[in-house]
């Protein structure tokens, strides 16, 4: 399957990467994104089935898992 990238982005990732090779980069960052997709229905699925989450409870989460202080 042919895949089209704008001239910079090759480029860009080889610099950032020390002449990494191209393929393994755009393949590994596809996953993640697949990964991202994933949890994003997961998300959805629950919002369904149980509501949203309060943003306070959110905040709080992320704070425990980030080790930050919570942002109201």
């Given at each position: 399957m042919p895949?089209?990238?704008t001239a910079g982005t090759p480029?860009?990732?080889r610099e950032r990467n020390d002449k990494r090779d191209v393929p393994a980069y755009l393949e590994?960052?596809?996953q993640r994104q697949i990964e991202r997709d994933?949890?994003?229905e997961l998300i959805?699925?629950?919002d369904k089935v149980h509501g949203q989450a309060a943003p306070?409870?959110?905040a709080?989460?992320?704070a425990r898992l980030t080790g930050g202080a919570p942002t109201h």
């Open positions: 895949v089209t990238l480029r860009a990732v590994e960052a596809a994933c949890l994003d959805a699925d629950f306070e409870a959110v709080t989460k992320c």
